[in-house]
């Protein structure tokens, strides 16, 4: 009988390495050991198996009287901060392996051999100098960037009908009870916009009639390219600035401008059926999201890329710790990096609280029949991706499909999955027509099938 700790560890190895997951086959690999140490204390907690292949292969390991003391010992003269990791000899279809489980670290940057690492993905960097810096910076005592004070700035400033504005929408959402009528510098006080009577950095953003004039990063680019790729030409381009409500209200603008509405007829409405190509909420969210949670610190800007087959929305700025972004698509806590903003956003529902967003966003696409939405890291920026449904009027002209798969292929878009007996159904036909039909779309690769027996069903490929 498997125990719980060895279906855990199983289901670890068969999901390979990741953020949080290291595989290595050798004791004697006590620095390379050492270095995933290192990266994640410094990144976030994880796990290290010393006795599996990067292939996943389980192979085990010799295990001495005092081999898990003398791990310990070298892992804990060689790292400064001194990490003592909890370490663990267990079992794997019969196979001795060694798991190390590290702790995100409290104190960073903590160091193997004098040298830093951290986690990126399912691989370990060595951090540059300047990396060390900031995150020496981090892990010490925390002011966020929107609450510190912008000396440069002044009450004159402010714009009294944005604000006015915002305090209306938040009323009206949220039941905010700070008076329209009320005194600027109250209702940035109240709001917690001021700091020992000065504006702080969230303020100017949100607030100020020209923001860039002391932050020229803060601006949002948009660029509408032709075809698939950033070598294409580009039909439009444009810069936005003013405050932060105001940039998302004009890229959604821009957003509409440039993708087209579909339209269909569906049986018994007489009036054609029309829907934007991607979610409007989910392109708000990700706006929001980029605006709220970017890092205001860096000289990069928001870019939002359209392009004829997808939507990217480039965030500067990584997740915060301890986030990863396998946790995006599952509940996770909100840990805003401007957390003044977050929460005028929340006043007026741009954002929630509760980080439910990115889950949300998964939700809307796979709703509105396209694949989910990719989160990645690229070169220091968050990046979040709407892909364009492949099942375009087009593509299915060419796979010569007849009007019952099409048909089915509509429903699958709105009901997410289907089993035989409603395949029949829905096209009037019996089992054999209706055996052949959906072998016929699995072999283009059109769905795929789940589940077994009586309780198989099918799925469209894209959207798993």
């Not at 670890?12 to 995933?36: M, N, P, R, Y």
């Not at 004098?114 to 990396?131: C, I, N, P, Q, W």
């Not at 990719?374 to 375009?392: I, M, R």
Request: net charge neutral; proline share 4%; with cysteine.
């Amino acid at each position: 009988m498997i125990n719980t700790n060895e279906k855990e560890l199983l289901k670890l190895t068969e999901e390979g390495e990741t953020q949080k997951a290291e595989f290595k086959e050798s004791l004697s690999l006590k620095d390379e050991i050492g270095k995933e140490v290192s990266a994640f204390s410094n990144t976030n907690q994880g796990r290290i198996l010393i006795g599996v292949r990067d292939t996943k292969e389980v192979i085990g390991v010799q295990i001495g009287k005092r081999t898990v003391q003398e791990l310990s010992n070298y892992i804990k003269t060689h790292t400064d901060n001194h990490v003592f990791p909890e370490i663990s000899v267990e079992k794997i279809e019969g196979k001795k392996i060694v798991v190390i489980d590290v702790k995100e670290s409290p104190e960073k940057p903590v160091f193997f051999k004098g040298k830093a690492y951290r986690r990126v993905g399912d691989s370990t960097h060595r951090l540059s100098a300047s990396e060390i810096r900031k995150i020496a910076k981090e892990s010490g005592p925390r002011m966020y960037w929107d609450e510190q004070i912008c000396e440069e700035a002044s009450l004159e400033d402010i714009g009294g009908e944005a604000i006015m504005l915002f305090l209306k929408e938040a009323k009206r959402q949220r039941k905010l009870d700070i008076s329209e009528d009320a005194p600027i510098e109250e209702t940035l006080m109240r709001l917690s916009l001021l700091r020992d009577g000065k504006l702080t950095n969230a303020a100017i953003l949100l607030f100020d009639k020209a923001p860039q004039k002391l932050f020229i990063q803060s601006e949002v680019k948009c660029i509408r390219f032709k075809g698939t790729d950033v070598t294409g030409p580009m039909i439009d381009f444009r810069i936005i600035e003013g405050d932060v409500i105001n940039q998302l209200k004009k890229a959604e603008d821009f957003i509409f401008e440039h993708i087209p509405m579909a339209a269909w007829i569906e049986e018994r409405k007489l009036q054609r059926q029309e829907k934007w190509l991607y979610p409007p909420k989910a392109i708000r969210e990700a706006l929001a999201n980029a605006l709220a949670h970017r890092d205001y610190e860096s000289p990069s800007k928001i870019q939002v890329r359209i392009f004829d087959d997808r939507i990217e929305f480039w965030n500067p700025g990584e997740l915060m710790k301890p986030l990863t972004l396998e946790d995006l698509k599952r509940k996770h806590k909100s840990i805003p990096r401007n957390p003044l903003i977050a929460k005028q956003f929340f006043w007026i529902k741009y954002v929630e609280e509760v980080g439910s967003g990115t889950s949300k966003i998964v939700n809307w696409c796979v709703d509105w029949g396209l694949p989910e939405p990719e989160f990645e890291h690229v070169t220091g920026d968050f990046v979040v991706t709407f892909w364009k449904s492949k099942l375009t009027d087009e593509y299915l002209a060419s796979l010569d499909l007849n009007e019952r798969q099409r048909k089915a292929i509509t429903y699958l878009k709105e009901h997410k999955k289907i089993t035989k007996k409603e395949y029949m159904d829905l096209t009037n036909i019996s089992k054999t027509p209706a055996f052949n039909d959906i072998n016929d779309m699995l072999d283009k690769e059109i769905i795929i099938r789940r589940g077994s027996g009586r309780n198989a069903y099918y799925v469209l490929r894209e959207s798993v």
